[in-house]
Structures are given as C-alpha cells and as structure tokens.
C-alpha cells in the first residue's frame, strides 16, 4: 500500500487492509488517511505526533489513530534493530453504514470515542500480542473475525489518549504539505537553535502568519510544540545515556540553558531532570 502524504488509498475493493511494515524507520512523513490505524509494535522505538501532541512508541506498544488524524512515526534509526509494526488500517463504515450500529456490536462504541483522539492501549498486551501475530498467515476471513476480536479487548482495556485536540477538518494537499514541512524540519533540527524566521520561512509564510496558522490548528503555540519535543528527546535520554550529566542532555535536546530546561522540565514532568531519572531507575 503506498502512503502518500494525508492520503492512503484502498487498493481493490477490500473492505479492509492488513499490512506488515519491516523497515530501518517507518513512514516518516506527516500525514493523514481515512482509515482507522489499528497498530502493534513489534520493533522500535521513536517520536510519535499525533495531532497536537508530541508521545513516545516502543517495542510492545498497541495504538490506534483515529481517522484523518494527522500524525508522523520518528523512528529512532538504530543499526542492530529494525522497525516492525502490524497494522490493521479499516473505517467505521468499511463493512456497510450501519455494521457498528448493530445491537450486537454496541460494546464497540468506545474504541471509535477513543479513536478520534488516538489512544494507546495499556493493558491486555499479551492477548492483543497473540491476536496480531495470527494475522500475517490468516485468511481473509480470519484476519476479519481477529479484528472483531482485536476491537472487542481495546473496547474494554486500559487506555492513554494520544492527543488533546483535534483540527476539525481535513487537510488540503497544499495545507498537508506545509505542516508536513514545518513537522518535518522540526524533528530534524530541534537540537539546534531553531527560530520563528526559521519555521516562518519553511511554511512559505510570514512569522505573525504563522504564528497564527499553528496555533489554529494545534491549539498551541509553536514554542510550546518545540519545547514538547524536546522534552520528549531529553526524557529518554534520561533513561538511557547514564554518562551523560544532565547539562550534556539538555544541550544535546536543544535547550542552551540549564536553568529553563529544569524549569521546562518540571513544568511538564512534574518532577525535575535529577527525580525523573532517579524514579525510572527504581521502576524499572
């Protein structure tokens, strides 16, 4: 299936479309589709945007993105380990308008409510883990009664929204491929120092235009979206880079100053650089 950028088309006349992604990195274009991605992580790690907000994916991970929401997977390109995911790419109304409005079928409803935010899921993992690792080798039918059951457990399992709003319309090609841009160069250079004549001139817009237009549709400021991601790079380098001072990973996220990123920090976190690390040691 080829993803173009906000648009996946339905080959034939599947009502549905299994797909096994086994790459370096994943798709890492901003875009949006009509399907529902229903999705398990086999390998990687990386970035995950998902309309307004910056998350983190890992080995393990169940999500689902709901239809024409925008989102982008930032693989994080490791050499010994590849990106793998099953997905499951389907709509509300792929199997006739009124499937889901059947009586039987009710307990289905807040897998669509959650939908529209994206979600993931955390509970159940080992069931939905079986479950989609049947599908490579099933028949169309089969991978038809695995989604059933696939919906029925996320119907009902613990869940973590992906995203806090939602741009309520859909992207235009032009419209998709600036924000795709913006996103784009974001990922690619917040480490550095980025500026809003930067970013301004990317989106082929004036910087009070911009400035304007992003916050339409994210529901927050650019700034704000870049310290996210930031934030983000500097969490799992907590975790991970122990040689590294806390100065070095705030200067290696992009933030030149000590004193705001502990403030940054703790303002999103809810616990400074020293705790978090400290914490995520203990639990884990």
Same mark, same amino acid.
């Given at each position: 299936?080829?993803?173009?950028?906000?648009?996946?088309?339905?080959?034939?006349?599947?009502?549905?479309?299994?797909?096994?992604?086994?790459?370096?990195?994943?798709?890492?274009?901003?875009?949006?589709?009509?399907?529902?991605?229903?999705?398990?992580?086999?390998?990687?790690?990386?970035?995950? $945007?998902?309309?307004?907000?910056? /998350?983190?994916?890992?080995?393990?991970?169940? $999500?689902?993105?709901?239809?024409?929401?925008?989102?982008?997977?930032?693989?994080?390109?490791?050499?010994?380990?590849?990106?793998?995911?099953?997905?499951?790419? @389907?709509?509300?109304?792929?199997?006739?308008?009124?499937?889901?409005? $059947?009586?039987?079928?009710?307990?289905?409803?807040? @897998?669509?409510?959650?939908?529209?935010?994206? @979600?993931?899921?955390?509970?159940?993992? *080992?069931?939905?883990?079986?479950?989609? $690792?049947?599908?490579?080798?099933?028949?169309?039918?089969?991978?038809? +009664?695995?989604? =059933?059951?696939?919906?029925?457990?996320?119907?009902?399992?613990?869940?973590?929204?992906?995203?806090?709003?939602?741009?309520?319309?859909?992207?235009?090609?032009?419209?998709?491929?600036?924000? &795709?841009?913006?996103?784009?160069?974001?990922? /690619?250079?917040?480490?550095?120092?980025?500026?809003?004549?930067?970013?301004?001139?990317?989106?082929?817009?004036?910087?009070?235009?911009?400035?304007?237009?992003?916050?339409? *549709?994210?529901?927050?400021?650019?700034?704000?979206?870049? /310290?996210?991601?930031?934030?983000?790079? #500097?969490? &799992? +380098?907590?975790?991970?880079?122990?040689?590294?001072?806390? #100065?070095?990973?705030?200067?290696?996220?992009?933030? /030149?100053?000590?004193?705001? @990123?502990?403030?940054?920090?703790?303002?999103?976190?809810? +616990?400074?650089?020293?705790?978090?690390?400290?914490?995520?040691? =203990?639990?884990?």
């Amino acid at each position: 299936m080829k993803v173009l950028p906000f648009k996946i088309p339905k080959p034939n006349d599947d009502a549905f479309i299994f797909q096994y992604d086994k790459e370096v990195a994943f798709y890492d274009k901003l875009h949006q589709h009509e399907e529902i991605q229903l999705s398990l992580i086999l390998e990687g790690t990386g970035t995950l $945007l998902v309309g307004d907000t910056v /998350n983190y994916y890992t080995k393990g991970d169940v $999500l689902v993105i709901g239809s024409n929401l925008p989102h982008v997977f930032k693989s994080d390109v490791i050499t010994s380990v590849s990106s793998q995911m099953l997905t499951l790419f @389907f709509t509300k109304h792929s199997f006739g308008p009124d499937f889901f409005k $059947l009586e039987e079928l009710k307990e289905f409803q807040p @897998f669509f409510e959650r939908s529209l935010h994206g @979600f993931k899921v955390t509970s159940n993992h *080992r069931a939905l883990k079986t479950l989609f $690792l049947q599908l490579e080798d099933a028949s169309k039918l089969n991978q038809f +009664l695995i989604l =059933l059951q696939l919906l029925k457990i996320t119907s009902n399992a613990e869940y973590q929204s992906l995203s806090s709003f939602v741009y309520d319309k859909k992207y235009s090609d032009n419209e998709g491929t600036r924000m &795709r841009n913006v996103f784009e160069y974001t990922m /690619n250079n917040f480490d550095k120092e980025v500026t809003l004549n930067a970013v301004s001139e990317v989106a082929n817009m004036t910087k009070n235009a911009f400035c304007k237009y992003f916050k339409k *549709r994210t529901n927050k400021t650019y700034i704000q979206f870049l /310290n996210e991601l930031r934030l983000e790079h #500097a969490s &799992r +380098l907590l975790l991970v880079a122990n040689d590294s001072t806390i #100065a070095e990973i705030a200067e290696a996220s992009g933030f /030149n100053n000590i004193s705001n @990123f502990n403030r940054q920090f703790k303002a999103v976190k809810h +616990l400074s650089p020293k705790e978090f690390k400290n914490k995520k040691r =203990l639990t884990n």
